[in-house]
């Protein structure tokens, strides 16, 4: 399967630790996209990047969170100092220049 | 701001009845409205995608959905529903940043 990949699947931690979470997007797409999820709303969008560029972050995107996709490939999503508002569904996506987004399985956030 | 509006929060139907899941955008410029689907455990996955042209717009699995500008609104249909189809349904539309903005879904149980 060569679809979005991310990981962990599943992230438990106490407050106030801090925690990075990895996506490997669909190899020939450029762009890729994180997303936040809570239980009853739609995915809400957090940052993206058009290679290693990072174009736009929303402002749900605090100072404890940053992203990186350095090279142009896999990206990175820290949260430090991590609250219990931060437990959630976080989601990538990747997508060719004017294609639709491929989504991955997300990583569930849950912080003790 | 670029929003998306989705008024059926839950749908139960039973197996052959016919679908009608509703979207209203509020976007200023060209609009570009996506509906994907999540199976239960699953990723989201794209049902179709409209850009520009025919304002019909015909997906996988038959669904299709009707673009009427006058009226800022994507909606989902589906002639005869199948077990299946039990899903969690959201609407799109992508911002002037090519971010997604997502509706807060419709939850669809189809009983056999």
């Known amino acids: 399967d060569t679809g979005v990949s991310q990981d962990p699947r599943h992230k438990i931690t106490k407050r106030g630790q801090n925690v990075t979470f990895r996506c490997d997007p669909i190899?020939?797409?450029?762009?890729l996209y994180w997303y936040r999820q809570t239980l009853g709303q739609g995915p809400e969008f957090l940052t993206y990047?058009?290679?290693?560029?990072?174009?736009?972050k929303s402002r749900l995107l605090s100072d404890r969170f940053s992203a990186e996709r350095p090279k142009g490939s896999f990206s990175t999503l820290e949260i430090q100092r991590t609250e219990q508002g931060d437990s959630a569904m976080y989601l990538c996506?990747?997508?060719?220049?004017?294609?639709?987004?491929?989504f991955g399985d997300g990583t569930r956030l849950s912080i003790l | 701001a670029q929003s998306v509006s989705q008024h059926n929060h839950h749908v139960i139907l039973s197996e052959a009845a016919s679908l009608e899941l509703g979207c209203n955008y509020s976007?200023?410029?060209?609009?570009?409205l996506f509906w994907y689907v999540q199976y239960p455990g699953q990723h989201l996955q794209l049902l179709l995608k409209?850009?520009?042209?025919?304002?019909l717009v015909k997906g996988i699995k038959g669904f299709e959905a009707e673009f009427i500008k006058s009226k800022f609104s994507f909606n989902l249909r589906k002639p005869s529903v199948q077990w299946s189809d039990t899903a969690e349904y959201f609407c799109?539309?992508?911002?002037?940043?090519?971010?997604?903005?997502f509706g807060t879904g419709t939850s669809l149980t189809v009983i056999p």
């Open positions: 996506a990747s997508s060719s220049l004017n294609g639709p987004q491929h």
């Open positions: 190899s020939e797409h450029n762009r």
């Open positions: 990047f058009q290679n290693e560029a990072q174009l736009e």
């Open positions: 976007y200023g410029g060209t609009v570009n």
């Open positions: 409209y850009f520009s042209g025919d304002p």
């Open positions: 799109a539309v992508i911002g002037t940043g090519n971010q997604f903005y």
